[in-house]
C-alpha cells in the first residue's frame, strides 16, 4: 500500500529535510516515527527537499508500508512520535501510481518579512527582518517581470544541480500588511536557493538600492555572479504542493500570516 502524508514543520531546529549523518533533519525523525507505528523500516520521498532553517506547512510525502493502519492511526501515532517542531496533518492511502516528487504538477511557496526598525523576539527565527523601509509596490512591478518561462539560472545557487535551468513561474505577488510583506510564488518547480534569490533581489529593490528593471537585466545575463544577496531561510515556507485531482488530496493549507 502507497500512503501519503501532509506535513508542517518548524525548519528552525532542523538541518533542512534531507537526511544526513550526525544531524537531526526532517526525514531521519519522520522515518523513524513511522517505523514505530510501522513495526517495520519506511523510507519516505517528499515532494520538495527544504534547506536548514526552511518551514513548511504544507510538505507532501509518500512511501510504501504493508500494516494495517487508518488514516487517523498513521497521523496520530506519527504525531506521538515526533519531536514538537514536526506534525503530520493527513494521510491517505492513494493510487499505486503515485509519487510525491515526479507527479507534482506545481509548487507554492510563501516568503514573510518583518519590516520594521526593531527586531522580533517572539518570531526571529520565522520571518525574515528587515529594518531597512522597503516599498511593496516597487518589490512588487519587478516580480512581474519574472512571471513567465524564464531561463532563472541568475537566481539558482552555484551548487545547484538542476539539468535545466527553464522553470515556468504562474503567478509571483508582493504584499503588504502592517509591518509584514509577503513574497508569494507558484511556479511548475524551483531551482535550489532561487525563492530566496527572488526574495534577495526583490528586497534591494524595495530599499531604493536598484530599479525594477534591474530583474530584466538579471534574467537577460543568465549568470549568478551578477545576481544579489541569497535571503535568509528563516521567512520561507512551503505552503503548497499541487497534483492532479484524480488523486484526490487535501486542500491547500492556509498559508502563514502575522500581520
Known amino acids: 500500500m502507497i500512503i501519503a502524508l501532509g506535513l508542517e514543520y518548524d525548519g528552525s531546529g532542523f538541518s533542512g529535510w534531507q537526511s544526513q549523518r550526525g544531524v537531526s533533519t526532517v526525514q531521519d525523525s519522520l522515518e523513524t516515527a513511522l517505523s514505530r507505528v510501522a513495526d517495520h523500516p519506511i523510507r519516505v520521498i517528499c515532494a520538495g527537499r527544504t534547506d536548514a532553517g526552511v518551514h513548511a506547512v504544507g510538505q507532501v510525502v509518500h512511501f510504501k508500508s504493508v500494516a494495517a493502519r487508518t488514516p487517523r492511526s498513521w497521523v496520530l501515532g506519527a504525531n506521538v512520535n515526533l519531536p514538537p517542531g514536526i506534525s503530520v496533518v493527513w494521510a ?3 493510487a499505486p501510481d503515485f509519487h510525491a516528487r515526479f507527479r507534482a504538477v506545481s509548487r507554492r511557496y510563501r516568503y514573510v518579512i518583518l519590516n520594521r526598525w526593531v527586531r522580533s523576539a517572539v518570531l526571529r527565527a520565522h520571518v525574515t527582518w528587515q529594518r531597512k523601509p522597503l516599498d511593496e509596490t516597487r518589490m512588487n ?14 537566481f539558482r545557487a552555484l551548487a545547484c544541480q538542476a539539468t535545466s535551468p527553464v522553470r515556468h513561474v504562474y503567478e509571483l505577488r508582493v504584499s503588504r500588511s502592517a509591518d509584514y510583506i509577503y513574497i508569494d510564488v507558484h511556479a511548475n518547480g524551483f531551482l535550489y536557493h532561487m525563492v530566496r534569490n527572488i526574495a534577495g533581489v526583490l528586497m534591494s529593490i524595495g530599499a531604493d538600492e536598484r530599479q525594477p528593471a534591474w530583474v530584466k537585466e538579471m534574467l537577460s545575463l543568465k549568470n549568478r555572479a551578477q545576481g544579489g544577496v541569497t535571503a535568509p531561510p528563516d521567512g520561507l515556507y512551503l505552503v503548497h504542493v499541487d497534483y492532479d485531482p484524480r488523486f484526490g488530496l487535501p486542500a491547500e493549507i492556509a498559508p502563514p500570516r502575522y500581520g
Open 141 to 154: 512591478d519587478a516580480a512581474a517581470h519574472l512571471v513567465g518561462e524564464h531561463d532563472f539560472t541568475s
Open 92 to 94: 491517505q492511502a492513494v
